[in-house]
Structures are given as C-alpha cells and as structure tokens.
C-alpha cells in the first residue's frame, strides 16, 4: 500500500506565493524507485491537467500557463516532490494533486489539496 500525502494548499491573493508538498510512504516494504513525479490540478467544472513533470534525474517540464512562476523539486532521499508556486493568479485555483510512478509498482495519486486565488 502506498501513500502520498500532499500538503501546503491554502488560501492566498493574487500575486501570492504558496509551496505545496507531496511524501509518498509505503506500507510493508520500502520504496527503492521513483520515477516521475507531477502534479497536475483541477478546477471546477474543468478535465484534469498536469502543471508540472519531474524524473528521477530531474529534468523537469511544465504546462506553459505556469513557466515562469511554479517551479517544481524533488527530494529523492524523502521520497518527496514539491511544487513552489509564484505570482499566483485566480485562474491557478483548483485542487492540486499529486502524481508519483513507482518501480515496478506502478502509479499513485494523492487525495488533492485546495488552492484558491482571491483576486
């Protein structure tokens, strides 16, 4: 069984900085492998995007609405990925969630975390 457990959502004005953090932990045996890492959001009434891609080397990617102001990490050791995000905007709230593929083991998605923008 493996978990993911995002943190950091909340309330912020545009303009606003928020960092959002996602650990993945497992029940019963040891997470040895990661590979890619994402988040992706959804709005109200919208499909689900991703906003930003990372692998286990760290090359990174990201949705061309957020270059520039989300950057997203990762820390291998902690089994952790996270997403800083800068100039927010009201069109950045949605619930945020977490994306991790294990080796081997497959995928696993977080249960969300709400940002909301107040303009």
């Known amino acids: 069984q493996v978990q993911l457990v995002e943190s950091g959502g909340g309330l912020v004005q545009a303009g606003g900085s928020l960092n959002l953090s996602c650990a993945a932990s497992a029940r019963g045996f040891s997470i040895n492998s990661i590979n890619a890492m994402r988040w992706y959001r959804q709005a109200p009434g919208k499909q689900r995007e991703l906003v930003a891609d990372?692998?286990?080397?760290?090359?990174?990617d990201y949705a061309d609405s957020v270059k520039g102001r989300f950057t997203i990490s990762r820390d291998n050791a902690k089994n952790t990925v996270y997403l800083q995000m800068n100039s927010l905007k009201p069109e950045d709230t949605a619930v945020y969630y977490c994306?991790?593929?294990?080796?081997?083991?497959?995928?696993?998605w977080g249960q969300g975390t709400q940002v909301t923008v107040s303009s």
């Open positions: 990372i692998s286990s080397g760290g090359t990174t």
């Open positions: 994306y991790a593929h294990l080796t081997f083991r497959g995928a696993y």
